[in-house]
């Protein structure tokens, strides 16, 4: 290698990462190398690479992409309850089921409770046609997509059909308590502070919750006050609690995303 002495040595520690991880048989991507690049660039100490979390039934390597995540996924393993906080895009949701699906395969909980507010964006489905069931369904689709990522759909439908995996609408979570469970709650901007604590509560013994949402996407009706935005103020600090807020540079979607969130999040300050 030629050039300045010290970028000669990041571009060796980068080489050199990868060519650990490679030798212990890991699947390299392109966002191995740019989180890589980032520690280097940033002086974190650690020569590794993050922890393969889980391999799909595809034989896919699942680990973080971004410094963001891996921050967020060193919190679920640290804490009890993680807020993950952050805009679309960031791998908060399949992140969340894939520590959860983990923890359900070596055995640290009994179930899964995968659960969403049922908070139209801009959109009437009273309408549809069919039972609750189907009414809700929709709200809930993007759980059932994260978990067909990870598992065949037979097993998926197993689960389901076992309530080893259950997957519902915030509203069924009141007068439970939820133990021996990995316990997420997604899209929790579109929950109420009243909302939001009662979900809390349910937390029972020898379980672990996630609470996942974006600020900047709240559908509630105009007036009704996001219980998500008081999180990181109400519970920052306490112990076994952790509070991740991802940013723009954590997004892992199409490149254009992150434009997008920039445009909109600059369009707030002209208001």
């Known amino acids: 290698m030629h050039g300045e002495t010290g970028a000669v040595e990041q571009a060796y520690d980068v080489v050199k990462r990868m060519l650990d991880a490679a030798v212990r048989g890991v699947q390299l991507t392109p966002d191995d190398v740019a989180l890589a690049a980032s520690d280097v660039l940033g002086g974190t100490e650690s020569s590794a690479l993050p922890e393969t979390l889980f391999r799909s039934h595809r034989g896919g390597e699942i680990r973080p ?3 963001g995540q891996r921050k967020f996924v060193e919190s679920i393993d640290r804490n009890t309850l993680t807020f993950g906080i952050g805009p679309a895009g ?5 992140l969340a089921v894939v520590m959860a699906v983990r923890a359900l395969r070596s055995r640290h909980v009994e179930r899964v409770i ?8 801009g959109e009437k489905l009273g309408f549809l046609p069919g039972d609750l069931k189907d ?26 059909e076992r309530g080893t995996i259950e997957v519902a609408p915030l509203a069924y979570m009141r007068g439970r308590t939820l133990s021996g469970a990995f316990v ?22 020898g379980s672990k919750m996630i609470v996942n949402g974006d600020i900047t996407q709240v559908d509630l009706p105009g007036g009704v006050q996001s219980g998500l935005l008081e999180a990181p103020r109400r519970f920052g ?32 300050g002209m208001r």
Do not use: W
């Open 65 to 67: 992409k971004t410094a």
């Open 237 to 268: 600090g306490l112990p076994d609690i952790g509070i991740v807020e991802l940013t723009d540079t954590d997004v892992v979607r199409h490149p254009l995303v992150t434009e997008i969130i920039r445009a909109y999040a600059s369009d707030r």
């Open 114 to 121: 995968l659960s969403r507010p049922a908070v139209e964006a």
């Open 135 to 160: 009414k809700v369904d929709p709200y809930l689709r993007p759980l059932y997509d994260a978990l067909s990522e990870l598992m065949d759909d037979p097993l998926v439908s197993r689960y389901l």
């Open 90 to 94: 960031t791998g908060k949701t399949f």
């Open 184 to 205: 997420i709650l997604d899209e929790a901007q579109n929950a109420t502070r009243d909302q939001l604590k009662m979900f809390l509560t349910r937390l029972g013994a």
